[in-house]
């Protein structure tokens, strides 16, 4: 007996609607009606006939999109803004988009293409993951001496972001001429460079008030298009108005906090007049990397793994274990005690404990 009989029988012998009913469910839930050719869904199709445009800014108006040298406020489809979920924003700054044209100054975003590369952070909720930028080729991670404070932790969250992101970083430190005055500063400084050069990541030395550094500066950026990131206060806008004559606002250190004010308020794609373009992102407060795994610190921390595999377990997580063999090398002076601090912060986190920002809310609390 086939099954069409099967089916037959059972629709005169049932009442017609309940049967109907019954089928459909069986259909939905087959899965073997699901071929290769019917995956499209999960593939990025791009229709081309859409104009292809690029995210150059977002603010409180909209989204800017650039498109064959003028630019368009747009929305965000209706059918994107449903796969947000775990993502704050679903388009960045340097994003290529399709858009609809909807007058001769706005549009709807109706796809985003793949990007090749992107810097992401968690959001302030710590439940989301925030872009930051996207295609761009390198990160210059901006930190300064004095004031603020150089913090090699924060450095490390975004040497891992760029990891994470394919993005080539770049250690830049600003305010060198302060360390004249601050002997306790300088001698931070000096382990810190003695710590992170033999690590291979390139470090620009630099100071907007004087302009050294300027012309390396420069040179780095040109024909490439490079995010500036760090936090409060460092000298992001300063050194890009020195360097490129730009006008991009300042502001100065909260004198209680010695936390910058934030003069940047959104992202912005800028084009560079000796070629090239550069995201000015917004200071941070703090930088907390989105969905962090130990394997990606214990990856990071290539001067540490290197004692590593002579600790006595070899699940050691260096923290307090007995016959470890980077606490070994921390105790006889082979490995960095501000390279230990930064991994054993970063590691905490990625075991479940509470980034920086929460860890000051509790304090204040």
């Given at each position: 007996?086939?099954?069409?009989?099967?089916?037959?029988?059972?629709?005169?012998?049932?009442?017609?609607?309940?049967?109907?009913?019954?089928?459909?469910?069986?259909?939905?839930?087959?899965?073997?009606?699901?071929?290769?050719?019917?995956?499209?869904?999960?593939?990025?199709?791009?229709?081309?006939?859409?104009?292809?445009?690029?995210?150059?800014?977002?603010?409180?108006?909209?989204?800017?999109?650039?498109?064959?040298?003028?630019?368009?406020?747009?929305?965000?489809?209706?059918?994107?803004?449903?796969?947000?979920?775990?993502?704050?924003?679903?388009?960045?700054?340097?994003?290529?988009?399709?858009?609809?044209?909807?007058?001769?100054s706005e549009g709807i975003i109706s796809?985003?293409?793949?990007?090749?590369?992107?810097?992401?952070?968690?959001?302030?909720?710590?439940?989301?993951?925030?872009?930051?930028?996207?295609?761009?080729?390198?990160?210059?991670?901006?930190?300064?001496?004095?004031?603020?404070?150089?913090?090699?932790?924060?450095?490390?969250?975004?040497?891992?972001?760029?990891?994470?992101?394919?993005?080539?970083?770049?250690?830049?430190?600003?305010?060198?001429?302060?360390?004249?005055?601050?002997?306790?500063?300088?001698?931070?400084?000096?382990?810190?460079?003695?710590?992170?050069?033999?690590?291979?990541?390139?470090?620009?030395?630099?100071?907007?008030?004087?302009?050294?550094?300027?012309?390396?500066?420069?040179?780095?950026?040109?024909?490439?298009?490079?995010?500036?990131?760090?936090?409060?206060?460092?000298?992001?806008?300063?050194?890009?108005?020195?360097?490129?004559?730009?006008?991009?606002?300042?502001?100065?250190?909260?004198?209680?906090?010695?936390?910058?004010?934030?003069?940047?308020?959104?992202?912005?794609?800028?084009?560079?007049?000796?070629?090239?373009y550069c995201v000015d992102t917004p200071?941070?407060?703090?930088?907390?990397?989105?969905?962090?795994?130990?394997?990606?610190?214990?990856?990071?921390?290539?001067?540490?793994?290197?004692?590593?595999?002579?600790?006595?377990?070899?699940?050691?997580?260096?923290?307090?274990?007995?016959?470890?063999?980077?606490?070994?090398?921390?105790?006889?002076?082979?490995?960095?005690?501000?390279?230990?601090?930064?991994?054993?912060?970063?590691?905490?986190?990625?075991?479940?404990?509470?980034?920086?920002?929460?860890?000051?809310?509790?304090?204040?609390?």
């Amino acid at each position: 007996m086939t099954h069409e009989y099967d089916e037959e029988e059972q629709f005169h012998a049932k009442d017609r609607k309940q049967f109907r009913k019954e089928r459909k469910h069986r259909q939905e839930t087959d899965r073997s009606k699901f071929k290769k050719t019917d995956q499209t869904h999960v593939k990025n199709v791009i229709d081309e006939k859409l104009p292809r445009g690029r995210v150059v800014a977002i603010t409180g108006e909209g989204t800017w999109v650039e498109y064959e040298g003028k630019r368009f406020v747009c929305t965000l489809k209706g059918l994107l803004k449903k796969e947000r979920m775990h993502a704050k924003n679903l388009v960045t700054v340097g994003d290529w988009i399709r858009f609809e044209k909807t007058s001769s100054s706005e549009g709807i975003i109706s796809q985003i293409e793949d990007r090749f590369s992107f810097l992401t952070r968690t959001d302030i909720s710590g439940k989301k993951e925030q872009l930051i930028a996207a295609n761009v080729d390198q990160l210059f991670i901006v930190v300064s001496v004095v004031e603020p404070p150089l913090k090699p932790a924060l450095v490390d969250r975004y040497l891992i972001a760029a990891t994470k992101g394919n993005i080539h970083p770049i250690i830049a430190i600003n305010k060198v001429d302060l360390l004249s005055n601050h002997a306790e500063e300088e001698e931070r400084y000096q382990e810190f460079l003695a710590a992170y050069e033999p690590l291979g990541f390139p470090i620009l030395t630099l100071s907007a008030a004087h302009g050294t550094g300027i012309e390396a500066l420069r040179s780095l950026m040109k024909d490439k298009t490079s995010v500036v990131s760090g936090q409060s206060g460092v000298g992001k806008s300063s050194l890009l108005n020195v360097a490129f004559q730009l006008e991009l606002r300042t502001g100065e250190l909260a004198a209680k906090t010695f936390k910058g004010v934030h003069t940047t308020t959104t992202a912005e794609l800028l084009p560079l007049p000796q070629g090239g373009y550069c995201v000015d992102t917004p200071g941070i407060r703090s930088f907390a990397l989105w969905d962090l795994s130990k394997d990606e610190v214990f990856a990071h921390y290539k001067d540490i793994a290197k004692y590593a595999s002579d600790c006595h377990y070899p699940d050691c997580r260096h923290v307090a274990e007995p016959h470890c063999a980077v606490l070994q090398a921390l105790k006889e002076g082979y490995l960095p005690l501000l390279r230990y601090e930064s991994y054993t912060t970063l590691l905490d986190e990625a075991l479940g404990g509470d980034d920086n920002r929460t860890k000051r809310k509790q304090n204040d609390a």
